[in-house]
């Protein structure tokens, strides 16, 4: 069957002591399948101010690859291009939730589809795509206590059965937060 594991980084990456493992979805060794939901924390401030911690929970709920993906990108917008030969596209929809850790909680999080990139167990990076996405998209300003649903696109090559995706903060530089 064809999947799509998820592992992230977050503002502190933990290295296992040798001899020991790392936690399921931390290393693209060791990806948490679909449907795992994955913790992580996000550090908010700038410069010498104090920063807040905020706790961050991703799950990938479904994935779509090929034929189905390129259907549901069709329907989304006839602007949509096909894959490459070679290439398929799959589509991710993604749960995200933030929470504050201390108050205040004033910190906004800017959620964008470019904080997810998609590579081979190997750590290729595979390329961006602009593509009109399905209802609901995964894009938005997430406040304390906020949990985001949507889909986010990847144009991966047919012969990767299974392709990872990551998720950093600081991608895309949509986020100006004190840690990665």
Request: charged fraction near 20%; hydrophobic fraction near 40%.
């Amino acid at each position: 069957t064809r999947s799509l594991g998820l592992f992230l980084f977050a503002v502190v990456l933990a290295i296992p002591a040798a001899g020991t493992a790392a936690e399921v979805g931390t290393s693209p060794f060791d990806p948490a399948p679909a449907g795992t939901r994955l913790s992580g924390i996000v550090e908010c401030g700038r410069g010498y101010t104090t920063h807040e911690l905020y706790n961050m929970g991703i799950t990938l709920q479904e994935v779509m690859r090929g034929e189905n993906a390129w259907k549901r990108l069709l329907k989304a917008s006839s602007a949509n291009k096909p894959a490459d030969e070679g290439f398929e596209y799959v589509l991710a929809r993604v749960t995200f939730e933030y929470t504050a850790r201390n108050k205040p909680g004033l910190c906004i999080h800017k959620l964008t589809p470019n904080q997810f990139i998609a590579c081979s167990s190997e750590g290729e990076e595979y390329p961006a795509v602009d593509l009109s996405l399905p209802e609901p998209e995964l894009r938005g300003d997430l406040r304390s206590g906020d949990t985001l649903e949507g889909w986010i696109v990847f144009l991966i090559p047919e012969s990767d059965k299974t392709p990872l995706l990551f998720y950093s903060a600081d991608s895309g530089r949509a986020v100006m937060h004190g840690g990665n």
